[in-house]
């Protein structure tokens, strides 16, 4: 599979400031790629799968879901912390996190409406300040509101990639910035993580473990599924994909993201 990255575990801690979403679920196609413009890559690269997860250069064969994207010609430095840089020339620094707001403990829940059923995920700043922050951001920003986990593993290791605006596997943010430290091995089911391309940086895909899984590949964990939500995630990966598809069977639209 080609695509980006994947998992990890929260911890709990300081609970995160509340973050209030307004619902786009009813907002047109129109209206949500409006929204989008000048945040979604341009370039099209492929990343590698699960089963051959890859993760550094040296194991590129082997990464989990995500598309490579190509760095903007006139993109700003990155910070000095995190990294964060542009790789769309429409992308302002206005439109990437912003480090003075870097969350660095605590873990915040946030439910995805995903084909109608909640899912809630609890994000651990502290193992991923970086990733978690920028998620957070895209999150109050509306930015997962009406797109589709676009691609579900079959056969180890086993998940659900999201996260891509245009559904292809190669949408982003329009920003991308360096993985944190991650793990592999064994990734136990409702691990989050995230989709990292094959420049091994992580972006706004990520996807979920379905199943206890063998990750060749080091990820940066970014949370885990609620255990209430759990069954959600696992009747959509018994549901398999599409036929000659590595997309869902099962609707994994999601309609909004709220906190908590």
Not at 1 to 15: E, L, T
Not at 36 to 46: E, H, K, L, M, P
Not at 121 to 133: E, F, G, K, M, S
Not at 196 to 223: E, H
């Amino acid at each position: 599979m080609k695509n980006r990255r994947g998992p990890y575990v929260p911890v709990a801690g300081v609970v995160l400031t509340a973050l209030t979403l307004s619902s786009c679920a009813t907002q047109s196609a129109s209206e949500l790629a409006e929204q989008r413009s000048g945040r979604v890559s341009n370039t099209t690269a492929t990343s590698s799968a699960p089963s051959q997860v890859p993760q550094t250069s040296s194991t590129a064969a082997n990464r989990v879901p995500r598309e490579t994207t190509a760095a903007a010609s006139k993109a700003p430095a990155p910070s000095a912390k995190c990294g964060y840089q542009a790789v769309d020339s429409t992308v302002a620094e206005s439109q990437m996190p912003d480090e003075k707001d870097l969350q660095t403990s605590g873990t915040t829940p946030m439910t995805l409406n995903l084909g109608g059923k909640p899912v809630q995920i609890n994000l651990d700043a502290r193992r991923a300040p970086c990733a978690v922050t920028s998620t957070l951001m895209l999150a109050t920003q509306e930015f997962y509101n009406g797109t589709q986990c676009h691609k579900l593993s079959t056969s180890n290791p086993y998940y659900l990639q999201c996260g891509d605006p245009t559904g292809t596997g190669t949408g982003d943010a329009g920003y991308s910035f360096p993985a944190e430290s991650g793990k592999k091995g064994t990734f136990k089911a409702g691990t989050v993580a995230m989709a990292p391309s094959n420049q091994n940086r992580n972006g706004s895909q990520f996807f979920i473990i379905w199943k206890d899984s063998q990750m060749k590949g080091t990820y940066t964990v970014i949370g885990s599924v609620a255990p209430e939500s759990m069954p959600v995630i696992t009747r959509i990966g018994k549901q398999g994909t599409q036929p000659k598809s590595k997309k869902p069977a099962a609707d994994t639209s999601i309609s909004v993201v709220t906190m908590g």
